[in-house]
Nanobody, 115 residues
Framework: QVQLVESGGGLVQAGGSLRLSCIAS????????MAWYRQAPGKQRELLAT???????LYSDSVKGRFTISRENGKNTVYLQMITLKPEDTAVYYC?????????WGQGTQVTVSS
């Protein structure tokens, strides 16, 4: 019933930009804090950015200044705008929704940044 579906990933050259989207269903979206994570092969899943119900944002040092998280509650959608992408940004990017003890994940979308 609960579904988070990411989209917008793909292949991009270093220095390029992508915007990821995550559409949620089966939850009261406006009640949830949202976040973006990524996981590269052989590495732990990394928290990139969070946005609260009220729109307060936080970023990890690795993406601060390059990535922007935002949300449109009317569309049940959270976005991650990524600019000046680097090869080390290559990973599967995951959407996360959290409310109290409830935590949900999307299936992930692949981002590949070529040199």
């Amino acid at each position: 019933q609960v579904q988070l579906v990411e989209s917008g990933g793909g292949l991009v050259q270093a220095g390029g930009s992508l915007r990821l989207s995550c559409i949620a269903s089966g939850i009261v979206f406006s009640s949830y804090n949202m976040a973006w994570y990524r996981q590269a092969p052989g590495k732990q899943r990394e928290l990139l950015a969070t946005i609260t119900r009220g729109g307060i944002t936080l970023y990890s040092d690795s993406v601060k200044g390059r990535f922007t998280i935002s949300r449109e509650n009317g569309k049940n959608t959270v976005y991650l705008q990524m600019i000046t992408l680097k090869p080390e940004d290559t990973a599967v990017y995951y959407c996360n929704a959290e409310y109290w003890s409830q935590k949900y994940w999307g299936q992930g979308t692949q981002v590949t940044v070529s040199s």
